[in-house]
């Protein structure tokens, strides 16, 4: 716009903005006529002034002379005395009075004051007789006439001393003429003419004057500013309707994104207009030049464009006309232009100007993008077809062919009611249509039939088209073959819902189920039953033979289960090798249900524990089952499912193959259980594990040592034995740290012992849990602990079970080697309880055999606990070890011992398990 604005500014003039040229023409028209008055006025009271000035200095000059002739001979005597130049002698001059006696020979009223003067510029005579001896008022212009000059001047005073007396606000014509006698200066004669009266009547004439001249002007200016008025008026009315035509145009250029530009080619600058530069995203402040312009265009598109320019364009002289991008530097959005322009030639044809538009096409481009992605997206594998209002078929895409197996040609002008399957009722479109005309969409699964009457599931959307009047015009129906997808949703329900190898229901389907039988037992007040079934050393089958045959257990198992219960009944693997079945509706009887879910468990229990043909190997396995009965929702499916858990659970600890039903006892248990498993977690962060110690003696009952035993000092249960926790703590990694912290504070009791003589040769035997002993750097960490708390290694001797050694024998032989290297001493513990082998024992080399408790106990009756003690005694002497007796409670078990040539001993005999602080007492007293 800025470019159309300068246009019509210069082919309308009196255009302006904000105040109009018209309103400025007329107040400068009034100003010109102010002063032409003022001059007019000053040109008059100058000449006027002019006039009287000369008259006066006429007059004066007339008198003057005349005075000169009249006095002539009194004058040259007057100045050609030789009195003494005072003002006192000049007054008293003889000739005085006849200069007054002359003066009052002229008859003129405007004679104010005559004063004559010496060559030396002193009043020689004056009218006033008090200026006599005194020089001029106005010395330099006395200076001029005493040098032979006549001098003229009106002045004006506010007081003035005549001949008739004191004057106030006069006007008074003054000349100095030079007295000249026989051709010989003499001095000066002044002359004051009271001209008061001519100046007030020239003042009252410059008056009238003006009046006249400033009526005449204000006459002609306001006919002027009428005349004025109006043209202000049409020009006003002229501008808005340019204004107005500005304004649509400008709002048509932006609504069109048009904006336009001029080009001087030769200095390369171009003047846009405003909505230009707001589509290209620049003010006025950017370098509106060819290069400002190129670096506006895309980079992708900069090459073409200015290659276009410049050789098609300038070099050719053919008009622009191109389509491109440009990223604007406001925002830099990307947006594309069309451009066109119109070279302007000189008189010999050169380039001089181009003048074009450029208009905002992006939106156009977007919807061309649009078209051409409608274009590629209406074929695709969906297949789309469209209707009118009146659901007549008036387009398909290749897809709806390949899919249908109808061709387009075979389909226009017709409903798609050819297609229907006849699974759907007619209450199913009315509900359809009923919510397409409602909301204009629908989506849904419809069953429909191909040409070639196959019939097949589609997954299908219809959307209604409307018009700007929210007219429905069409229906466009995307729709696509779900065949396959209906297949793999089975396939995954199948997956979700059903266990992949024995094809029985998991765990999710089961509890839906459950869920449902627990609803309908509300209504019907009947019992129903879980069992919780696990098969007995499945671990033990999979280790030695392999996946495969768990596998093919797995499998038989469920089909023996499918075949004990009723169709009805749910038989589901639960995980693992573990099954649950779900009998319900059975009977509101509590005991005729009991005896009935018995009489079924114990079914299922004996087809289970039938050997296994597996591959030709046969297999014995066994369950171990626990029911739980239900009765309405008192509980919720997992709770039930934990109870028939809990009760399978007393059954494997009963020996397995069982079956056992839900006491509430076990859930207390449970609860018990759980309880201590989560306090043990906080005992060593609290400081709850104590240690007490139990001396162990030698032959001659002096001290040699001491085991060392756990204590949980509980705040609301007491003291807690080891028989108690330690198990729960084994069930975790919770052993391995409480192990760990028990050698910490054996080291540390060993290291303190090993400062006093009575104590430095005793040894501290620790208990090592499987868990503890299986870790990988289990001797590097005794290592730290004894080099940490710099204790003695012999001093600390561990208690290594069969059990433990003979999990991983080649493991624990090398851990066992490393620990003797050490120096850490070893004791055999449990020896004959398990599984004694005697190569092991030669290869494991302990220091020590330890008797079990259990031997000890029995050696005192009949019985051959006498004759294995002895035997295991002699065996660790031929073997050269030493051999300890634990539990040794009575004198007479002692006395027995020694014969069996025990080394040491300990039990309750000699001290039961104390406290440090007891124990170190108690070995003063030994």
Request: aromatic letters at 8%; a neutral charge; hydrophobic letters at 40%.
């Amino acid at each position: 716009m800025t470019e159309i604005k300068g246009i019509a500014e210069e082919n309308c003039p009196l255009s302006s903005n904000k105040f109009p040229l018209l309103r400025r023409l007329s107040a400068v028209s009034l100003v010109v006529m102010l002063v032409t008055a003022g001059i007019l006025i000053f040109l008059y009271r100058a000449e006027r002034l002019a006039e009287h000035t000369l008259s006066a200095e006429q007059r004066n000059k007339q008198t003057a002379s005349y005075l000169v002739q009249l006095l002539d001979e009194k004058i040259a005597g007057l100045l050609s005395s030789r009195h003494e130049q005072n003002a006192q002698t000049l007054k008293i001059n003889p000739d005085i009075p006849l200069f007054t006696a002359a003066l009052k020979q002229i008859r003129t009223n405007n004679f104010a004051k005559l004063k004559i003067y010496d060559l030396s510029g002193v009043t020689r005579y004056s009218s006033v007789q008090d200026d006599i001896g005194k020089s001029s008022d106005r010395p330099e212009l006395l200076a001029r006439a005493l040098s032979g000059e006549t001098i003229h001047q009106i002045d004006f005073h506010a007081s003035f001393h005549s001949r008739y007396g004191e004057l106030h606000g006069v006007h008074v014509s003054r000349i100095y003429m030079p007295l000249i006698q026989a051709g010989k200066r003499m001095g000066v004669i002044e002359l004051d003419d009271d001209v008061t009266s001519i100046f007030k009547q020239f003042h009252y004439s410059t008056l009238w004057i003006a009046l006249i001249i400033f009526t005449a002007f204000a006459a002609l200016y306001a006919a002027l500013f009428f005349a004025v008025s109006r043209i202000d008026r049409a020009v006003g009315k002229w501008q808005k309707n340019i204004a107005d035509s500005e304004a649509a145009l400008k709002e048509s250029q932006n609504i069109a994104g048009l904006g336009s530009y001029v080009l001087n080619v030769r200095s390369g600058l171009w003047k846009s207009s405003e909505v230009l530069d707001q589509l290209f995203g620049i003010d006025a402040a950017y370098e509106h030049t060819i290069k400002g312009w190129e670096r506006l265009i895309h980079p992708d598109d900069r090459a073409m464009v200015v290659d276009y320019f410049h050789n098609d364009v300038i070099a050719q002289g053919q008009a622009f006309d191109k389509q491109f991008r440009i990223i604007r530097p406001n925002d830099q959005a990307e947006r594309w232009f069309h451009a066109l322009g119109k070279l302007q030639f000189d008189a010999r044809g050169r380039t001089v100007k181009m003048h074009g538009t450029i208009q905002d096409i992006t939106r156009r481009k977007l919807a061309e993008d649009a078209w051409r992605v409608a274009a590629v997206a209406f074929e695709t594998n969906e297949a789309i077809l469209i209707t009118d209002a009146r659901s007549t078929i008036v387009r398909v895409n290749r897809a709806f062919s390949e899919i249908t197996g109808y061709s387009a040609e075979e389909v226009l002008g017709k409903n798609p009611r050819i297609m229907h399957s006849g699974r759907q009722s007619k209450y199913f479109y009315v509900v359809m249509w009923q919510q397409l005309l409602h909301t204009g969409f629908w989506a849904g699964e419809i069953w429909d039939r191909r040409k070639n009457g196959e019939i097949y599931p589609k997954w299908m959307t219809i959307t209604a088209v409307k018009n700007q009047q929210q007219e429905t015009t069409n229906y466009v129906a995307i729709f696509s073959d779900i065949t396959e997808r209906k297949k793999t949703e089975g396939e995954i329900f199948n997956l979700a819902f059903y266990d992949a190898l024995t094809k029985l229901p998991n765990r999710r389907l089961f509890l839906d189920r459950l869920r449902a039988a627990l609803a309908a037992s509300v209504r019907h007040h009947d019992y129903g039953a879980i069992l919780f079934i696990d098969m007995d050393r499945f671990k033990a089958l999979n280790d030695t033979l392999g996946h495969e045959y768990g596998d093919l257990l797995l499998v038989e198992v469920g089909l023996r289960i499918k075949a004990c219960v009723r169709e009805m009944d749910t038989v589901a693997r639960y995980g693992g090798d573990e099954f649950v079945v779900l009998i319900d509706a059975l009977s509101d009887d509590s005991d005729a249900v009991t005896r009935r879910v018995s009489l079924v468990a114990e079914k299922i229990r004996a087809a289970l524990e039938l050997p296994y043909k597996l591959k030709g190997h046969e297999h014995h396995s066994s369950p171990s089952i626990g029911i739980s009965l239900y009765r309405g929702q008192e509980e919720s499916p997992e709770r039930l499912i934990e109870h028939a858990d809990m009760a399978m659970y007393q059954v494997k600890k009963s020996g397995r193959n069982g079956v056992r039903f839900f006491d509430p006892v076990m859930q207390h248990d449970m609860a018990t259980h759980d309880t201590l498993v989560n306090d043990l977690h906080h005992a060593l962060a609290l400081h709850q594990l104590q240690l007490h110690y139990q001396v162990q003696v030698d032959k001659e009952n002096r001290p040699v040592g001491a085991e060392v035993f756990l204590r949980w000092r509980h705040p609301e249960h007491g003291v807690i034995m080891p028989a108690q926790f330690i198990p729960v703590a084994e069930e975790s990694s919770l052993i391995i740290d409480i192990d760990r912290w028990v050698l910490g504070a054996v080291c540390q009791q060993l290291a303190a012992w090993g400062k006093y003589d009575r104590t430095r040769d005793l040894t501290l035997t620790v208990n090592i849990s499987a868990k503890l002993f299986a870790q990988p750097d289990f001797v590097n960490e005794i290592a730290v602990m004894l080099r940490a708390h710099q204790a003695e290694p012999t001093r600390l001797k561990l208690e290594l079970s069969e059990r433990l050694v003979l999990t991983d024998v080649n493991t624990s032989m090398a851990k066992i080697q490393a620990l003797k290297n050490l120096g850490v001493r070893l004791s055999m513990d449990n020896f004959g309880t398990v599984y004694s082998s005697l190569s092991y024992l030669k290869q494991l080399s302990p220091d020590q055999l330890k008797i079990h408790r259990d031997f000890i106990q029995g050696i005192g009756m009949e019985g051959n606990d006498a004759l294995l003690v002895k035997t295991v005694a002699n065996l660790a002497k031929s073997l050269e070890l030493s051999v300890f007796a634990e539990g040794v409670e009575t004198e007479e078990q002692r006395i027995l011992l020694d014969s069996y040539n025990c080394d040491s001993y300990q039990g309750y005999l000699f001290g039961k398990p104390v406290s440090i602080e007891e124990f170190e007492v108690m070995l003063e007293r030994l």
